[in-house]
């Protein structure tokens, strides 16, 4: 991601990962003026990369169980 953002390839990084250890490239991206969306799960946020993206979306668990849903009835 941060490569991506120092060819200037990207506008926004969604980040799907809820490892604090991305905290220093989220902010190294940042600095480039991209934007950063933080998408974790509602039952164990990370409030470090919450602080650290510009923005945050949370999974709500019912979500989870209604995609889970779906997905067996276009399997079937």
């Not at 600095?31 to 998408?39: E, G, I, M, P």
């Not at 946020?45 to 997905?71: C, S």
């Amino acid at each position: 991601m941060v490569s991506l953002a120092c060819d200037k390839k990207v506008k926004e990084i969604i980040l799907g990962s809820s490892d604090s250890d991305l905290q220093p490239a989220i902010g190294e991206v940042r600095q480039r003026k991209v934007s950063c969306v933080y998408l974790g799960f509602e039952a164990q946020p990370n409030k470090g990369l919450t602080f650290t993206t510009d923005r945050t979306l949370l999974i709500r668990n019912a979500e989870v169980l209604e995609f889970e849903k779906l997905q067996k009835t276009l399997i079937d």
